[in-house]
């Protein structure tokens, strides 16, 4: 149980386009879902948290104009990349946080998406 | 969530039992001290986790110092599939004050690599 489904695996776009990468809950309903992205041999980094019906808080740094974060359902959240640029390219890792569960209950991770902007 | 400290890598071979060290002198009484690991293009599974006692499951094993302020995750015998960054993470089980996030902060890990 407790799997988090994320896609698609992998995308390849040209910069300045935008890219959609949904993040599911399959088997349960998250509460909140976290967006991490991770550059090639470094650590996790935390770019938001959204709670379901409400705005995603965005990390320092992060722009939430070019983060776009939808958390429409218990289920489902998306983060669109807006206007892509090379410097965006990156694997992007969402996580949930099963509703009802304690703070020490562990997080469900997705398999991540590999973003390659051209 | 307090700071913890690994070392960068390690080495194990193959069948052979592994121990991951990890500090965490800061560690504060309603502190948990989680596991995580990420293997090679995937995003991070959960290992164990605890508070004071010696936890098993059956993916590894976590002994934590008498004073918490260290704790050893433990994998009996090594397989290939076991080669990932693992991570150490503090987590206070009363959550963030005035917050209602859940989140995990992410340090560098260890990374293990097994030898056939």
């Known amino acids: 149980g407790a799997v988090v489904s994320q896609h698609p695996s992998w995308v390849i776009c040209k910069s300045g386009t935008s890219v959609k990468i949904e993040c599911r809950s399959l088997?349960?309903?998250?509460?909140?879902m976290f967006w991490y992205r991770q550059f090639p041999k470094q650590s996790l980094m935390l770019m938001a948290t959204?709670?379901?019906?409400?705005?995603?808080?965005?990390e320092q740094g992060v722009e939430k104009d070019k983060f776009l974060i939808n958390h429409a359902s218990l289920t489902l959240s998306t983060l669109t990349v807006t206007s892509a640029h090379p410097e965006d390219s990156s694997f992007y890792i969402c996580?949930?946080?099963?509703?009802?569960?304690?703070?020490?209950?562990?997080?469900?991770f997705g398999n991540g998406t590999r973003l390659t902007v051209t | 969530d307090a700071k913890t400290t690994q070392p960068n890598s390690m080495e194990s071979n193959e069948e052979e039992p592994v121990h991951l060290p990890c500090n965490h002198s800061?560690?504060?009484?309603?502190?948990?001290i989680h596991w995580y690991r990420q293997l090679p293009s995937q995003g991070p599974e959960y290992v164990i986790h605890?508070?004071?006692s010696n936890v098993n499951n059956r993916m590894a094993s976590l002994a934590i110092a008498e004073d918490r302020k260290s704790s050893t995750l433990i994998l009996h015998r090594a397989t290939l599939r076991d080669a990932a960054v693992y991570y150490c993470?503090?987590?206070?089980?009363?959550?963030?004050?005035?917050?209602?996030?859940?989140?995990?902060?992410f340090g560098k890990g260890t990374k293990l690599s097994v030898i056939p």
């Open positions: 959204s709670n379901e019906g409400s705005k995603a808080t965005y």
């Open positions: 800061t560690i504060s009484g309603t502190d948990y």
């Open positions: 605890g508070l004071t």
């Open positions: 993470i503090l987590r206070d089980v009363r959550g963030p004050v005035g917050a209602g996030s859940y989140q995990l902060t």
């Open positions: 996580s949930a946080a099963r509703q009802g569960s304690s703070y020490n209950s562990p997080l469900h």
């Open positions: 088997d349960f309903q998250a509460t909140t």
